[in-house]
Every structure is written in structure tokens, then in C-alpha cells.
């Protein structure tokens, strides 16, 4: 699985679009672009994930280089309970059972 | 009830006793996760069960570490001889899916493990 890159921290105002990104520039053509995230004191919640077209769903936009290298995660109207720790991982098919989470980006949402 | 559930949410022990924590998957999904989440780190991939069978086992980090899954739904994470490394929140995800690498997991919030 492709190993990837996250900043380890990032603000954002409440309203305003949170973008967090994601560099996966070894990740091979099979293989898919998770995003999850950890709220404080609970479990991680899977929020999206794609190939390399993008995918939007109620929680988040994944936008997806057309060279498949990175990615940007996009929460359209952050608000305070959207302050957590994102986790992008990437997964091959077949390669097994592991998500390897990494340290992740940890996102601060002020007022 | 609807979410995966683990108990207990907090456990203290001394080193060198027997500890076991339990997961209860959402009902119908086959595929079970434990992980493991030291302070300030990610998640750690420990084992996966594929109904009643560990599929994979291969983060297990030594022989003090078991899990079973007797009747392909609860789960109980089994640790001897605890040790203060051991000391972390063990984290429980389920799927519906049995393909590798794939589908969402819906995890517990996790069973804060201490060891004095």
C-alpha cells in the first residue's frame, strides 16, 4: 500500500471550507484512497473514499489528482464538531486486511 | 444495539495479570477488526475474523496477545501477563464486507486498557 503524507495540523473558521490534503505519489493504479476521521475519546468514522474520480457524499468531497499522486479531502462548511483528527490512507486490493492510519492531520475548527 | 459495542470503556490492572475486552459487532456484519491505539499515534491493525476464523493475525505483536470469536459474532480480545507497554485503547471495527482492504468500518469507541 502506498505510504502517504498528511501536514500534521491545520485551522480552519467555522463556515468556511475545510480543505485537507494528501500526497500519495507511490500509489499504484489499483489501489483506492480512504479518508477517516477520529473525534476526540471515540472511534474512527469512515467518511469517504475513491479510485480517481472524485466522490462527494453527505459528510466530504475527495478530490483526486488526475495523476492520482494526491488528493484533497474537502469539508464544504466546517463547523466545531468537525474538529478531529483525518486519516488518509491508501489500500490495494487484495494486500490485505491492515488500514495503516498513520499520525493523520489533526483539524481545529475555531469560532 | 445499532453501533459496535466494547466493554469495558475503562480498565486498570497490575503487571503481569490476565486481561480480557469484549466487542460486540452490528448485527449481520461478518468481518471483525481489532486495532490498537497508543497515546498520540494511529490506530494499530492487531487481527481480523472472517466469521468465526482469524483471517489475518498478523499484527499480533507477540504470543501474550489472543482473540477469538467463538460463534462468528462477539469477540474477546485475550492479553496474559500485562505488561505496562501494553497499556493503550484497544479499538473494535465491523464490516459488512469480506473483501480485503475494502468497505467501511464502523469502530467502537474503544477499551481504555492501563496497566500500573
Known amino acids: 500500500d502506498a505510504k502517504t503524507t498528511q501536514p500534521p495540523s491545520m485551522d480552519c473558521a467555522e463556515g468556511r471550507a475545510a480543505n485537507l490534503p494528501c500526497n500519495h505519489s507511490t500509489i499504484s493504479g489499483n489501489e483506492y484512497v480512504y479518508w477517516y476521521r477520529q473525534i476526540h475519546s471515540q472511534g474512527p468514522q469512515y467518511i469517504i473514499h475513491g479510485l480517481k474520480n472524485n466522490e462527494t457524499n453527505e459528510m466530504a468531497s475527495l478530490i483526486i489528482t488526475e495523476d492520482r499522486k494526491s488528493s484533497t479531502l474537502i469539508l464544504p462548511h466546517a463547523t466545531l464538531r468537525d474538529t478531529a483528527v483525518y486519516y488518509c490512507?491508501?489500500?490495494?486490493?487484495?494486500?490485505?486486511?491492515?488500514?495503516?492510519f498513520g499520525k493523520g492531520t489533526s483539524l481545529l475548527v475555531t469560532p | 444495539g445499532a453501533g459496535v459495542s466494547q466493554t469495558p470503556s475503562n480498565k486498570v490492572t497490575e503487571k503481569g495479570k490476565y486481561v480480557e475486552l469484549r466487542c460486540d459487532p452490528i448485527s449481520g456484519h461478518t468481518a471483525l477488526y481489532w486495532y490498537r491505539q497508543s497515546l498520540g499515534q494511529g490506530p494499530e491493525f492487531l487481527i481480523y475474523f472472517q466469521g468465526t476464523g482469524a483471517a489475518d493475525d498478523s499484527g499480533l505483536p507477540n504470543d501474550r496477545f489472543f482473540a477469538v470469536r467463538p460463534e462468528g459474532s462477539v469477540s474477546t480480545l485475550k492479553i496474559q501477563r500485562t505488561e505496562r507497554g501494553d497499556s493503550a485503547v484497544y479499538l473494535c471495527a465491523s464490516s459488512l464486507t469480506r473483501q480485503e482492504g475494502a468497505g467501511e468500518l464502523f469502530f467502537g469507541e474503544g477499551s481504555r486498557l492501563t496497566v500500573l
Open positions: 490512507i491508501g489500500k490495494r486490493r487484495g494486500s490485505g486486511y491492515a488500514l495503516n
